[in-house]
Antibody
Framework: QVTLKESGPVLVKPTETLTLTCTVS??????????VSWIRQPPGKALEWLAH???????SFSTSLKSRLTVSKGTSKSQVVLTMANMDPVDTATYYC????????????WGQGTLVTVSS | DIQMTQSPSSLSASVGDRVTITCRAS??????LNWYQQKPGKAPKLLIY???SLQSGVPSRFSGSGSGTDFTLTIRSLQPEDFATYYC???????????FGQGTKLEIK
């Protein structure tokens, strides 16, 4: 059974760095063509793709947020870590991690999401 | 970045109706286009991948078509559980990212 779960702070202060961890089970991050995406959704707004990392360690980032984002595999083989620097109240959103699978890169499994609020 | 534009942004329809949602890419993306359904408070769910392939377990009343820059999601004979927000996503260029459309909210008339 494939599952993904996001974990991290629910509240961060402006200018702080957000660190979120995605813990996966039911598949291996080493499998060919497998990857993990990070997507966020401000309350009442649309989905926004942030970044992804693949089994071969290939990474990509949203152009508008590239300077603030890092993504890496954790020390555990089943974790992916996203960091976002210099958080601002507009970054308040539900953050999802999700599995990219298949030749055409579709997302077939999503985490439940974690709401992160940015406020002093 | 590849920009994805959905239309309409919102749509009212009745149970039993046939509805079509359109997604346009800012450059050609072949058939690297996926459709997701999202209900309030829930994570999105994959409906269609590679423009026209139905994800396992998704009812056959959902269908997708298109290639290049123009794509459509069609729901034949709307059911009460289909009222949700729908997003397209391009996965054409991994280095350029996998952007989403702005969403189409399907509401009950």
């Amino acid at each position: 059974q494939v599952t993904l779960k996001e974990s991290g702070p629910v509240l961060v202060k402006p200018t702080e760095t957000l660190t979120l961890t995605c813990t996966v089970s039911g598949f291996s991050l080493s499998n060919a063509r497998m990857g993990v995406s990070w997507i966020r959704q401000p309350p009442g707004k649309a989905l926004e793709w942030l970044a992804h990392i693949f089994s071969n360690d290939g990474k990509s980032f949203s152009t508008s947020l590239k300077s603030r984002l890092t993504v890496s595999k954790g020390t555990s083989k089943s974790q992916v870590v996203l960091t976002m620097a210099n958080m601002d109240p507009v970054d308040t959103a539900t953050y999802y991690c999700a599995r990219i699978s298949g030749v055409t890169g579709e997302i077939d499994y999503w985490g439940q999401g974690t709401l992160v609020t940015v406020s002093s | 970045d590849i920009q994805m534009t959905q239309s309409p942004s919102s749509l009212s329809a009745s149970v039993g109706d046939r509805v079509t949602i359109t997604c346009r890419a800012s450059q050609t993306i072949s058939t690297y286009l996926n459709w997701y359904q999202q209900k309030p408070g829930k994570a999105p769910k994959l409906l269609i991948y590679a423009a026209s392939s139905l994800q396992s377990g998704v009812p056959s009343r959902f269908s997708g078509s298109g290639s290049g820059t123009d794509f459509t999601l069609t729901i034949r004979s709307l059911q009460p559980e289909d009222f949700a927000t729908y997003y397209c996503q391009q996965t054409y260029s991994t280095p350029l990212g996998h952007t989403f459309g702005q969403g189409t909210k399907l509401e009950i008339k």
